[in-house]
């Protein structure tokens, strides 16, 4: 008997990736850098890219890390770079 697909997944997150609503609850400070909020992946790595211009991360740096890291995962270490940013730059 051939085995039913389900019919829907949950939302994709990138393998080794947190769920995006958790990255969000730990890191809310990024949402204030967008203009509609952050309902997806897409949303969340595109503020991340303008707050990591903000926070002074090279062209050159958010390319490698993104090579290096992943897409999602880059994006995340700006939103708690920039949560933390006061504890880090103390």
């Known amino acids: 008997a051939a085995r039913a697909e389900p019919s829907s997944q949950p939302s994709r997150v990138a393998e080794g990736s947190y769920p995006l609503g958790m990255v969000l609850d730990a890191c809310p400070s990024i949402v204030d850098y967008t203009k509609g909020g952050i309902s ?3 949303d969340f ?3 991340a890219a303008v707050v990591r211009s903000m926070l ?3 062209p050159s740096a958010w390319e490698e890390a993104q090579t290096v890291m992943g897409e999602v995962q880059a994006a995340i270490v700006v939103a708690c770079i920039l949560q933390r940013g006061t504890a880090i730059n103390s």
């Open 40 to 42: 997806n992946w897409r």
């Open 45 to 47: 790595m595109a503020t």
């Open 56 to 58: 002074g991360i090279s």
